[in-house]
């Protein structure tokens, strides 16, 4: 695996935040995030020049000594530097740190004038109500650090599903390849695509169940033998996430594999319904007495039931038994539906691929369109672009457009949401895009009123097509700003907009009950991956996931047109 410029970036904001919690020089922190900044906007992988023995000095702002580390982490992974520093810091600071609303200056003081040195002690200054006696912090981040804390601790029980997906992928090769295993299923909540997994289920049909706990428990990834028995063994990876595997028979793997799946409460809604059938449904089979009259396959086992089958996203009793028990299903929307993408970015803002590439990355995935939505001028950080670069920008886009044959790059951007709700660049600049993506970075902590009211006075920009990531949540990091969802889908609907689920695994960005609540009032969702580079197009089937839990069916999603209908629907949320 090549060491890409993010992770060099993210290590030199790494020593960077480090140096300021010491106390360092400020010019010297500077130049860490100057360099990491510089870096991650470069469009040339780093590594490659490393390989190539060449030099990096020359890029502004990388003189010899970051150079040098540069060279460091492509070669060797590292960089001795930040592992020195995180060693000479409190363990704890690091954590303090990944608090919402800690930054490392915030840290240092808390350091200096509490002696506070890791999240426990933090806690209990915050209880007793020292930190709001600090010049500068105050009640109100008092608050805010005791609910960080405590959402920490909700966190650290479940990891993302992306964080588990390639080692999921892993294992169940590692798996499969056992002499005599027949069948191999992830079952649990991972089958159901939930966002966060607790840990992972796999059930195995096999002529030697012994050889498949033997292999299971030495594979190389194993922490930590929790149990081992005939058919039944739990383990801990590296990772620190558990893995309970089953050996079932024949006769019962679609039994298993049905009440394996959940959810729980889905399990519950469809044994109710087989009771009042005279029928009883456990891990074997569906009995009827001390008969079985089902259990090799699902479709049987729900069959016995009187449903048809539910895939498994939808099996959270949100409705998809009694439907299933008047023998429809919704036709979920599947990867092969998806004809582009509405939201990425480039080289011009915070990209690390330039136009041409990602729009090549998506023509080789048989796209037939992908939107170009930089970020808007506000967002210095990211390269925002002012009206002068957009125009600029949309003239390399035609003179592109050119060169493609049977796909388009769409003219877009994605437009900051200022505080007010208006947004961060004239109409005018606008009228020759072909979309309007419009997303709020900042201003995070309004009042649910104030929020909601920002984001529709958003919405009702003339020129507005689809709202980005509308909740702002990072999984397993920040929760959601305060704002009425319900709301803004009816606003959206009446404005004739659409809204966003972000498939970036980091955002899943509306969520699956937001999704169905959008499809039940006939506003259609773009998914759309949000790439920053052109890997990032993959991430669309962690979309399809959530859409899939959301009920979305193709029809329900913006992006599954073909281009000349796509091009209608853009025209159609336009307002004057
Ligand atoms: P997770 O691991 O927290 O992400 O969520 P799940 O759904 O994978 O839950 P897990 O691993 O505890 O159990 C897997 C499935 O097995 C669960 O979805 C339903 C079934 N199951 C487990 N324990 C029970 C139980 O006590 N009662 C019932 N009805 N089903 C259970
Ligand atoms: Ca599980
Ligand atoms: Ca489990
Ligand atoms: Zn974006």
Redesign the pocket.
């Known amino acids: 695996m090549p060491v890409h410029n993010a992770d060099i970036a993210a290590a030199f904001d790494e020593i960077a935040d480090l140096l300021e919690i010491k106390g360092e020089n400020p010019f010297r922190v500077r130049a860490y995030r100057n360099a990491s900044r510089t870096i991650s906007d470069l469009g040339e992988p780093l590594h490659e020049r490393v390989e190539r023995g060449e030099d990096v000095v020359g890029i502004p702002g990388i003189g010899k000594d970051l150079s040098q580390k540069i060279g460091q982490m492509v070669i060797t992974g590292r960089i001795a530097q930040l592992e020195e520093l995180r060693a000479s810091l409190p363990p704890g600071l690091l954590e303090m740190l990944r608090l919402p609303g800690l930054g490392p200056k915030r840290v240092k003081i808390l350091h200096d004038d509490l002696n506070v040195r890791d999240l426990t002690q933090l806690e209990k200054a915050a209880r007793e109500g020292k930190i709001r006696e600090i010049k500068g912090f105050g009640e109100k981040t008092e608050a805010s650090i005791l609910r960080g804390i405590e959402m920490r601790q909700v966190y650290a029980k479940?990891f993302r599903r992306s964080a588990v997906a390639p080692y999921a992928d892993a294992l169940v090769k590692h798996l499969r390849a056992v002499p005599g295993v027949k069948q191999l299923e992830l079952?649990?909540?991972?089958r159901?695509a939930?966002e966060?997994?607790?840990?992972l289920?796999i059930l195995v049909e096999a002529e030697d169940s012994a050889a498949v706990m033997d292999a299971f428990v030495a594979y190389d990834e194993v922490q930590q033998v929790l149990a081992k028995g005939e058919t039944k063994a739990s383990v801990v990876l590296r990772l620190g996430l558990q893995v309970?595997l089953r050996v079932v028979p024949r006769e019962s793997f679609g039994a298993a594999l049905q009440?394996?799946?959940?959810?729980?409460e889905h399990?519950?809604a469809v044994r109710k319904l087989a009771q009042a059938k005279g029928l009883k449904v456990n891990e074997y089979g569906v009995m009827r007495g001390e008969e079985s009259v089902a259990g090799r396959t699902e479709k049987d086992v729900y069959a016995a039931v009187g449903l048809a089958w539910p895939p498994p996203e939808i099996r959270e009793n949100r409705g998809e038994v009694e439907l299933a028990a008047t023998g429809k299903m919704p036709k979920l929307i599947e990867a092969g539906d998806i004809r582009g993408d509405l939201h990425n970015h480039s080289t011009w803002s915070d990209g690390a691929n330039t136009i041409e590439e990602m729009a090549r990355a998506a023509q080789a995935l048989g796209y037939e369109y992908l939107a170009i939505c930089d970020h808007s001028k506000r967002l210095t950080v990211a390269n925002g672009l002012d009206a002068v670069r957009l125009a600029k920008q949309m003239d390399e886009i035609e003179r592109l457009n050119k060169t493609f044959d049977g796909f388009r790059i769409l003219k877009g951007v994605e437009c900051d949401i200022l505080e007010d709700g208006s947004l961060d660049l004239e109409d005018r600049v606008f009228e020759e895009l072909d979309l309007v993506v419009v997303s709020v970075h900042s201003k995070f902590n309004l009042t649910r009123e104030e929020q909601t009211t920002r984001m529709q006075k958003a919405l009702d920009n003339p020129y507005t097509t689809i709202l980005a990531h509308p909740t702002g949540r990072l999984i397993q990091e920040r929760e959601p700003y305060e704002i009425d969802i319900p709301r803004i889908i009816e606003h959206a609907r009446q404005r004739g907009c659409y809204l966003e689920l972000n498939a970036n695994p980091m955002r899943l960005d509306l969520n699956d009950v937001y999704c169905q609540m959008a499809k039940e009032a006939g506003v259609l969702i773009s998914i759309d991956v949000d790439g920053h580079q052109a890997q990032d197009l993959g991430n669309i089937s962690f979309g399809i996931g959530q859409a899939r839990r959301g009920w979305l069916e193709k029809k329900s999603v913006l992006n599954t047109r073909p281009l000349s209908e796509l091009l209608k629907l853009l025209a159609k949320a336009r307002r004057f």
């Open positions: 479940r079952a649990g909540s991972f159901r939930r966060t997994i607790g840990d289920d309970d009440y394996f799946t959940g959810s729980k399990n519950i």
